[in-house]
């Protein structure tokens, strides 16, 4: 930006760019959760060996397509990305609008797509990307606080979308969520990770 421009600049919308450099997202993940505690269920995003353990157990040779349910501020996004094939694709669905205008803004990729809207429409948005089946289905949702039913049509629609040998990765606060998730996937590998705020319950289950 030229001195010129600066000078132009209006000191309030200078102001507000600073704050939110400084703010970053994890203030993002924050304003989010206290707006909507109940949708976003944690109070700051997942931690790195979280995502390590969580993704570990993709293929990532034959995953072409696969769908984040709860991206927040991104914390998996460029972990997916980094080990997401060239002609791969990764499609991010969360109901925070504020959350999907930061990844529009701040992941630049051909491969990404962010999208507003619920996790219960999956086969309608990735099959308005081009594609029938997803191949791995991350989930970052907090599904025993989500309303009523909604828990139930997520899990059915993820069963429906992903191709047979696909997963669906879930980490979670509870292992309480696992009861419902064993009713549309009843091969599930369970794991723990215990470096995450809160200690993270993670949940692999398969569709054979
Ligand atoms: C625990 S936070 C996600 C944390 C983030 N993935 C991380 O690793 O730090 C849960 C997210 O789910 C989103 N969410 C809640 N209900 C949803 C739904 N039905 N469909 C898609 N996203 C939803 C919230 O807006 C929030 O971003």
């Not at 060996?49 to 349910?69: A, G, K, M, P």
């Not at 899990?155 to 009713?183: E, I």
Request: charge should be positive; aromatic fraction near 10%; include cysteine.
């Amino acid at each position: 930006m030229s001195s010129t421009e600066l000078a132009q600049d209006p000191l309030p919308a200078r102001f507000m760019r600073k704050a939110r450099r400084l703010i970053g997202p994890t203030g993002l993940f924050l304003k989010g959760f206290v707006k909507h505690p109940v949708m976003v269920g944690a109070v700051v995003p997942s931690s790195a060996r979280t995502i390590r353990r969580v993704l570990s157990r993709v293929d990532w040779d034959n995953c072409q397509v696969f769908v984040e349910y709860g991206p927040g501020v991104g914390t998996f996004c460029r972990p997916v990305l980094d080990r997401l094939r060239r002609d791969g694709k990764l499609i991010v669905i969360d109901t925070n609008p504020d959350f999907i205008a930061y990844l529009k803004r701040t992941i630049v990729d051909h491969r990404f797509s962010a999208v507003h809207g619920s996790a219960a429409d999956v086969e309608a948005i990735v099959a308005a990307h081009g594609f029938e089946h997803a191949d791995y289905v991350l989930s970052g949702l907090p599904f025993t606080t989500l309303p009523p039913g909604v828990g139930p049509a997520i899990m059915a629609a993820t069963r429906r979308v992903l191709r047979p040998g696909g997963a669906f990765l879930v980490y979670q606060y509870t292992a309480r969520a696992r009861a419902l998730m064993s009713r549309y996937f009843p091969r599930i590998d369970k794991g723990f990770e215990p470096i995450n705020i809160p200690p993270c319950v993670i949940s692999w289950g398969y569709k054979d």
